[in-house]
């Protein structure tokens, strides 16, 4: 296949938006190869044996034994499946990474976050933005497990605000080395790492610089007592203090004041992967709950039958199909647009980088979708097991503490709800996404008369796809008029961007699930696919409701008098049914498979 | 020494047992397949020699295509070689037969089955191998040490255990004890991603007679309902009376 052929094939970050994206383009979790099969089944396998096996150890805040596990999952291979085959990884793609980053999230948080935290934010800065010396002699011993990683970003009083950090790093008389004095907060891993990622300022220069810096006590760096958190307990989170830690020069990553670059782009890969590491944790608390909900006898009939405990179970299910979807669309994507870099000749370094960049909007989208619907489902599990849930001895309880920490780090919700917004509007003006035509047709939509012919919705999803055609048009008119509005200063509106974000997200993630729903019905049968399709709809039908709120909760904050007339009834128009879903008898429909099947199945 | 370890592709334990064509085939539908547990435990041992003693291992397969997964599992563990006769596993008796064609071809000096695979439980493979390959058998096999051409094996037995000296060729039926649990082996990413290289020979099957066939399959009686006694003779009298069992 020509580098052409894929690009044009390959819709680009945040074009989603504005292009129709046929099913058969989408990856889907059900077209992984038969290795990649294997791959994640080795992961499920030692996450079963090593992690959640040993539950009871993580939520006991053993961090030593967090450590040891990482070390297996080193052995295994599981600490070097992004890193180059020339380092000492396995050189796999970008949906092989997330499918491991999936699988591994399962058991505990406390786990997924130290092997996120090493494999990603720890690792990925030097195979990114390494120099060859730097690659080849820290890298293997990441990849193996033999050294692990931490990454050293925020600080007391630089949290969301990264760039505006007090350490410091000074040059030394001879130019040999660099002085770095300061204090890191929230540091994951630090309580047994042996390298960190440390971003510190040189002189009073713009931006941060990153270095790669030994953990040696004997160079002024200490560490504060373990943090005391609502969950993942042995996830070892500590502040590290830095006295004049001498780093030398070669031990700087990248370029003077490419700091803030690297940490951006590195967490624009940590956003998707934690995404991906929300999945299993899902499937885990649906199996756990459904189990439950089928074995615990209340009124003399197991709980599942009751209908307020079905739609529990629907929801739970439906969000967890609904992140594999979006998530493994835009993995896929990434990898693609990776080739294509490799194929026109750019490094695989900087193919790689340029790779996540480009869909930089879709990792924040799948952040904040993902993380939130971890959530939702832990609370939902909680929920099922009643009184139980609330015990520190069933799963529920650290599930629910844990997830909350999704929310959180990666860049807060918040600060990613504003980035997706903000990144598109910012790419529609540098001519990359052409949102300004479509949005003008919609303006002009809006002044015509709508058509009354009844469409003809007899084909799957014929209508859940016109309807996501329409929900793009409700975010256009929204952002559009908005930025016209107010021009640069929209992102001081910071209400006004959550709303359009939160419509953003909910198109993302409905027309990824259809899309999949729709390639797997093609090509094993709608009668398959009855359950997804049911879920599909079941999210469209939520994601109205949220686009419908969102929707107009924006346009009457900007817009008055006649503007703001026409766009709520293009907002009515635009988020419309012609044929209701029954979303009692959706719900049902899937909570009896899952209740069938104890457990998800559809992954 | 050149091992061959016989795999079965059996459904996974927690699956759930369904039946098609009116009670006469097992119905896969949504069925996940594992290597049959008995003969992982061969195959982790075989790998114990392939380490320790430098043995040559291979496994062998009777069954369609769709089983290539679980036997590329086994590559990814660490066989050197597969092959797979592309034939449906009929019973106990075609299977052996398959079998036996491979190890005279293959010139294997030990060849490593399960007792018994999990899915029909016939336990029949391993001992017709034998002895339509005129080899020395051990079945329900704990141990298995081999120093040149001689064997030592340890064997189940009603309430205890048998220690058995023999000599290769040998042919074993093989279940937990010759590893345990705690060794098998999750394939690693490296392991995996070899196994594509490796090779796995398909080959036809030879003419062979099936033995047996399936009439029909039932699935245990559901459980009745549970009768709460409060005291002791009350659940005699119901033991002695009602359920007629004492």
């Known amino acids: ?603 | 020494m050149k091992i061959l370890v016989c795999i079965s592709n059996v459904p996974d334990t927690t699956s759930k047992i369904n039946f098609t064509d009116g009670d006469t085939k097992f119905d896969t539908n949504g069925v996940q397949f594992v290597i049959n547990p008995n003969d992982e435990f061969g195959l982790t041992r075989a790998m114990w020699f392939k380490e320790k003693q430098g043995a040559t291992v291979h496994v062998a397969n009777v069954g369609g295509p769709t089983t290539e997964p679980t036997i590329r599992k086994a590559l990814a563990i660490g066989a050197d070689e597969a092959i797979r006769v592309n034939a449906e596993p009929t019973d106990g008796f075609f299977v052996a037969q398959q079998l036996a064609e491979v190890v005279k071809n293959g010139g294997y000096d030990l060849v490593i089955a399960g007792r018994e695979s999990i899915d029909y439980n016939g336990g029949m493979v391993p001992g017709i191998l034998a002895t339509l390959l005129d080899m020395n058998f051990v079945n329900t096999c704990i141990s298995l040490e081999v120093d040149g051409n001689n064997a030592t094996a340890m064997r189940e037995i009603d309430g205890g255990k048998e220690k058995i000296s023999t000599s290769l060729p040998l042919v074993i039926g093989g279940q937990k004890g010759l590893v345990e649990e705690s060794d098998l082996r999750i394939p690693n990413m490296r392991g995996i991603m070899m196994a594509r290289k490796k090779a796995l020979n398909v080959i036809e099957p030879v003419d062979a007679a099936k033995a047996t066939q399936d009439a029909k399959f039932e699935k245990p009686a559901a459980k009745g309902a549970v009768k709460l006694v409060d005291n002791v003779d009350d659940l005699i009298n119901l033991l002695h009376n009602e359920a007629k069992a004492i």
């Open chain 1, 1 to 603: 296949m020509s580098t052409e052929t894929i690009d044009k094939e390959i819709l680009r970050g945040g074009q989603f938006l504005v292009k129709e994206t046929k099913c058969d383009d989408v990856f889907t979790l059900e077209d992984l190869s038969e290795e990649q099969k294997m791959m994640r089944d080795s992961t499920k396998e030692f996450v079963d044996r090593e992690i959640w096996a040993h539950w009871e150890r993580f939520e006991g805040k053993d961090y030593a034994f967090t450590a040891e596990t990482m070390r297996k999952a080193g052995e295994l291979g599981l600490l070097g499946i992004a890193v180059p085959e020339e380092y000492g990884g396995m050189g796999m793609g970008f949906v092989s990474t997330m499918l491991v980053c999936d699988y591994i999230s399962g058991a505990t948080g406390s786990f997924s976050t130290s092997f996120g935290a090493h494999t990603g934010i720890g690792t990925m800065p030097i195979t990114l933005y390494g120099n060859e010396e730097q690659k080849k002699k820290y890298v293997p011993k990441l990849a193996s497990g033999e050294w692990l990683g931490s990454y050293c970003l925020t600080e007391p009083g630089a949290g969301s605000d990264a760039n505006s950090g007090k350490t410091k790093a000074v040059l030394s008389d001879d130019g040999k080395y660099y002085s770095i004095t300061g204090q890191k907060m929230w540091i994951s891993n630090a309580g047994f790492c042996n390298l960190l990622i440390v971003f510190a300022r040189i002189e009073d220069d713009k931006n941060i610089t990153g270095f790669i810096v030994e953990n040696d006590p004997d160079n002024g760096i200490t560490m504060g007592d373990e943090e005391k958190k609502l969950g993942i307990h042995s996830s070892s989170t500590r502040q590290v203090f830095f006295n004049e830690t001498k780093v030398p020069v070669e031990d700087m990553l990248s370029e003077r004041g490419n700091g803030f670059k690297i940490a951006m782009n590195a967490l624009n890969v940590g956003r998707i992967k934690l995404a991906a590491a929300c999945l299993d944790a899902q499937r885990r608390v649906i199996n756990e709950a459904v189990n439950y909900a089928n074995e615990r006898i209340q009124f003399k009939t197991p709980i599942i039958n009751f209908g307020a405990i079905k739609a529990k179970i629907a929801e739970m299910a439906t969000n967890t199909y609904v992140g594999e979807s979006g998530s493994y669309r835009a993995a896929k994507n990434i990898e693609d647009r990776i080739a294509i870099r490799v194929a026109e000749g750019n490094s695989h370094q900087e193919a790689e980088l340029k790779g996540v960049e480009e869909y930089a909007i879709e990792c924040s989208i799948l952040k904040v979708a993902v993380s939130e619907h971890v959530q939702f489902t832990s609370d939902e599990g909680l929920q099922i097991y009643g009184g139980m849930g609330y015990s520190a001895e069933a799963p529920m309880e650290s599930a629910w503490r844990d997830s909350r920490i999704g929310r959180i780090y990666e860049g807060t919700n918040e600060i990613n709800r504003m980035l997706a917004v903000g990144m598109l509007v910012k790419k529609a003006m540098k001519g990359h996404v052409d949102l300004l035509g479509p949005a003008t047709a919609v303006g002009e939509e809006l002044m015509g008369i709508p058509s009354f012919d009844a469409p003809d919705f007899s084909e799957l999803f014929a209508e859940e796809k016109d309807l996501v055609a329409r929900l793009k048009k409700v975010f256009l008119m929204v952002a559009g008029s908005a930025v016209q509005k107010f021009g640069p200063e929209l992102e001081k509106h910071q209400q006004l961007m959550m709303a359009a974000s939160n419509i953003l997200i909910e198109v993302y993630m409905a027309e990824s699930t259809i899309l999949r729903t729709e390639k797997n019905a093609k090509r094993f049968g709608e009668e398959s696919q009855a359950t997804q399709i049911a879920m599909a709809k079941l999210n469209l039908y939520n994601a109205v409701d949220v686009i419908l709120k969102n929707g107009k909760e924006a346009i009457v904050s900007f817009a008055e008098g006649d503007e703001q007339r026409i766009m709520l009834m293009g907002l009515k128009r635009f988020t419309k049914y012609t044929n209701n879903p029954n979303v009692v008898a959706l719900r049902t429909q899937i909570a009896d498979k899952v209740a069938a099947d104890n457990g998800y199945t559809f992954d």
